[in-house]
Antibody
Framework: QVQLVQSGSELKKPGASVKVSCKAS????????INWVRQAPGQGLEWMGW????????TYAQGFTGRFVFSLDTSVSTAYLQISSLKAEDTAVYYC?????????????WGQGTLVTVSS | QSALTQPASVSGSPGQSITISCTGTSSDVGHYNYVSWYQQHPGKAPKLLIYDVTTRPSGVPDRFSGSKSGNTASLTISGLQAEDEADYYC??????????FGTGTKVTVL
């Protein structure tokens, strides 16, 4: 079945970096985009942007430029989210999710989420 | 891009119907038929319920239906069941080539 499996929870100190992985299986990785969505504790969903799995070209939403980097390793069907210079307000669950190239319709399936906690 | 506006909470008794609204602008909900809805149980990842305003993916019960009028989309749950208690989020593509989620609605089954 189609699934996205993310790496485990992370506890980081302010100023550190973190890299979250998202491994796809059950479909052709390069046939769909990977989007990233953030959910702060007790808060709603926030779209962070997406990466084209054919070209590797990332697109970042407003508020997610500079410290956030999307990347790929197509040889292992895996997308990555790296966050540098971590701040307390980066504490959140980060989700990767598949989306079609041919329309702007849906996000499915979602990874199980990776909790990143930033605390000294 | 401001979040789409949803009611914070909606409740209903088992078997009843409830409707969750999702209000945006002419740059998102009102511009495209790319509105989707997601269900999120506590501690779980969101699950796709509806896309393209009205389309249900296979496996989603037909108790869930979507609609849109102008800048407002709606999700209706008919025959409310205990397992429908969850948070619900709408989402829309925008004229800025981005996506915006709704503020989220907590559904309580009384």
């Amino acid at each position: 079945q189609v699934q996205l499996v993310q790496s485990g929870s992370e506890l980081k100190k302010p100023g550190a970096s973190v890299k979250v992985s998202c491994k796809a299986s059950g479909y052709t990785f390069s046939s769909y985009a990977i989007n990233w969505v953030r959910q702060a504790p007790g808060q709603g969903l926030e779209w962070m942007g997406w990466i084209n799995t054919n070209t590797g070209n990332p697109t970042y939403a407003q508020g997610f430029t500079g410290r956030f980097v999307f990347s790929l390793d197509t040889s292992v069907s895996t997308a990555y989210l790296q966050i540098s210079s971590l701040k307390a307000e980066d504490t959140a669950v980060y989700y990767c999710v598949r989306a079609p190239f041919t329309s702007n319709s849906w996000f499915d399936p979602w990874g199980q989420g990776t909790l990143v906690t930033v605390s000294s | 891009q401001s979040a789409l506006t949803q009611p914070a909470s909606v409740s209903g008794s088992p078997g009843q119907s409830i409707t969750i609204s999702c209000t945006g602008t002419s740059s998102d909900v009102g511009h495209y038929n790319y509105v989707s809805w997601y269900q999120q149980h506590p501690g779980k990842a969101p699950k796709l319920l509806i896309y393209d305003v009205t389309t249900r993916p296979s496996g989603v019960p037909d108790r869930f239906s979507g609609s849109k009028s102008g800048n407002t989309a709606s999700l209706t749950i008919s025959g409310l069941q205990a397992e429908d208690e969850a948070d619900y989020y709408c989402d829309s593509y925008t004229t800025s080539s981005s996506y915006v989620f709704g503020t989220g609605t907590k559904v309580t089954v009384l």
